[in-house]
């Protein structure tokens, strides 16, 4: 349990930032897509070595990799949008990531590989999973700038880099597959991307400003997860799903009261301000 909780803090501070550059960039289903891809990689790295952490990590990296860059070849090869593309080919990995896993496997361990376990949480995964999001954390900081130009205005960057744009979009991508790859010991391929977005989403209903927005949605993220693996370590239920309904609900919280962009938002202009004023 502590090494999980751990595992889990450890991957907010990573996936949260991600998921709200994902989400300014408008690519809020590419990081759907690349949790669905990395499943078959990480399929065949378990038919090849069992429940070996680092043939299931090098494999579903690669898997997400090679999705990610055969979607941007379709698109511009047949001029489709990305998003379309990246849809067409995670259906089909996801399909094949669970035909593989079934091949062998019991129905304990696939749904350790779709949903997460506490129980798979050593010290060697602990040890992964901190150095990619060390790795991640000093990677947004060195391209913070630059991500944020990207972000927002992306021709102004194209004029002062030409290729510029492209190494950062692929640098981030590359990011993107590795930080899923590292949350599915605890989390499950399916439900990564759950930690990832949800507290981002949540966060834009809080604030408009990007520091603002990435403080909140780690705060969300640290708050899903430890509720999220308390739940899971008392009611015996798989940790992703219980860290993303928690998850869920903040969102839904947000949505209804956000200062930002909640439908009822709390503050002096909020909607709850004006009936008491009244």
Same mark, same amino acid.
């Given at each position: 349990m502590r090494r999980s909780l751990i595992a889990c803090l450890a991957l907010s501070v990573s996936l949260t930032p991600l998921g709200v550059f994902l989400l300014l960039r408008r690519m809020s289903l590419v990081g759907d897509a690349l949790s669905h891809a990395v499943l078959p990689g990480v399929a065949i790295g378990y038919l090849l070595s069992g429940m070996s952490l680092l043939a299931m990590g090098l494999g579903g990296f690669i898997a997400g990799l090679l999705v990610a860059l055969l979607s941007s070849v379709i698109s511009r090869a047949i001029k489709l949008h990305e998003e379309a593309a990246f849809a067409g080919l995670y259906l089909g990995s996801l399909a094949l990531g669970v035909t593989l896993v079934s091949l062998r496997s019991t129905g304990i361990d696939l749904l350790h590989l779709l949903f997460g376990s506490l129980l798979a949480v050593s010290n060697e995964s602990l040890m992964f999973i901190g150095l990619i999001s060390t790795f991640t954390v000093i990677l947004l900081a060195i391209f913070y700038r630059s991500l944020v130009f990207e972000s927002f205005d992306a021709a102004f960057l194209t004029l002062r880099a030409r290729r510029l744009p492209t190494v950062i979009q692929a640098v981030? !991508?590359?990011?993107?597959? *590795?930080? #899923?790859?590292?949350?599915?010991?605890? #989390?499950?391929?399916? !439900?990564?991307?759950?930690? !990832?977005?949800?507290?981002? =989403?949540?966060?834009?209903?809080?604030?408009?400003?990007?520091?603002? !927005?990435? =403080?909140?949605? *780690?705060?969300?993220?640290f708050f899903s997860a430890c509720i999220g693996l308390t739940w899971s370590w008392y009611q015996s239920i798989p940790a992703g799903p219980a860290i993303v309904l928690v998850a869920t609900i903040a969102f839904l919280i947000s949505v209804l009261f956000g200062t930002h962009k909640g439908v009822f938002p709390l503050g002096k202009s909020?909607?709850?301000?004006? *009936?008491?004023?009244e």
């Open positions: 981030f !991508m590359a990011v993107v597959v *590795m930080n #899923l790859v590292a949350g599915f010991q605890v #989390l499950g391929t399916l !439900m990564t991307v759950g930690l !990832m977005m949800l507290p981002a =989403i949540a966060a834009r209903c809080w604030s408009n400003h990007l520091p603002v !927005m990435l =403080i909140v949605a *780690m705060l969300v993220g909020g909607f709850l301000h004006k *009936m008491i004023k």
